[in-house]
């Protein structure tokens, strides 16, 4: 079983950028990789994936302002960050799967909380 370490959230004001990152314990370049986010309350969701070919897609809302990558060789997938809003705060998560179908089949990291101000 794949374990999952999320990290470079932060708190960064209205407009700014960070960048996450998810290392993966073991070997992920055969898989799918997404990157999901929780606020309380509210159901965890899907806003971007990667394919093992590098194929992307993203949630509307953070289309055109987020980029999910991946390197093969340090078995992890990032997330930057731009034009954030204070509606991108939120606990982050990572996860995979053999498709992006099936994305969500590994245990659940601690996430890495991202805090928009206005």
């Known amino acids: 079983q794949v374990q999952l370490v999320e990290s470079g959230g932060g708190l960064v004001q209205a407009g700014g950028s960070l960048r996450l990152s998810c290392a993966a314990s073991g070997i992920i370049r055969f898989n799918a990789m997404g990157w999901y986010r929780q606020t309380p309350g509210q159901q965890r969701e899907l806003i971007a994936a990667i394919t093992s070919g590098g194929f992307t897609n993203y949630e509307r809302s953070v289309k055109g302002r987020f980029t999910i990558s991946r390197d093969n060789d340090k078995n992890s997938v990032y997330l930057q960050m731009n034009s954030l809003k204070p509606a991108d705060t939120a606990v982050y998560f990572c996860?995979?799967?053999?498709?992006?179908?099936?994305?969500?089949?590994?245990?659940w990291g601690q996430g890495t909380q991202v805090t928009v101000s206005s």
């Open positions: 996860n995979t799967g053999r498709s992006i179908a099936t994305l969500g089949s590994a245990e």
